[in-house]
């Protein structure tokens, strides 16, 4: 949950990328894990980290996951990618939080976190969409999968755009 439940990814504060990074070697040193299978996946602030691991520790994360995150203005600034980095992103139309257009102050929208990955991972500009079937027909919204499968490294890059979702897990 981070300090105060907070994950410092917009560059003042705790350093927190320090701390997974050791957490990740105390796991290791531990544990028998597959360090080829180390995933991140965070909702609001915590996708907002994934995307700060995704580029300053990409030499020990294979991909992440973020819900109701986007990418921040300092992890823009400050990406060093070891290697190419899947990614999922999961976003409501109408997240009052995290504005699907805007972001939030000192980040960037929905939009524009796609679009860094997809330049970020070489992915063509061609998507693959699939409407996902409406098994909660009272809760306003539809759902549609949003795959860029041909990147570089096979970095894939796929979107849950949750057409009147607000800031939650979908479902």
Not at 33 to 45: F, L
Not at 81 to 96: E, F, M, R, S, Y
């Amino acid at each position: 949950n981070g300090i105060s439940n907070y994950w410092n990814s917009f560059g003042a504060g705790a350093n927190d990328v320090k701390f997974l990074d050791s957490l990740i070697e105390r796991i290791k040193q531990s544990y028998n894990i597959d360090t080829k299978c180390i995933y991140s996946c965070g909702m609001s602030n915590g996708g907002f980290m994934s995307y700060t691991l995704a580029c300053q520790l990409s030499h020990k994360i294979a991909a992440v996951a973020s819900v109701t995150g986007v990418i921040s203005n300092n992890t823009l600034a400050n990406c060093a990618l070891a290697h190419k980095v899947p990614v999922l992103q999961i976003h409501g139309t109408a997240d009052p939080t995290v504005n699907y257009s805007t972001g939030v102050t000192n980040a960037v929208g929905v939009e524009a976190t796609l679009a860094f990955w997809l330049d970020t991972n070489n992915c063509a500009l061609v998507s693959d969409t699939t409407n996902i079937p409406n098994t909660n027909t009272t809760d306003g919204c539809t759902a549609q999968l949003i795959r860029y499968q041909t990147c570089e490294q096979n970095a894939e890059v796929y979107f849950y755009k949750i057409a009147g979702g607000g800031h939650t897990w979908p479902g």
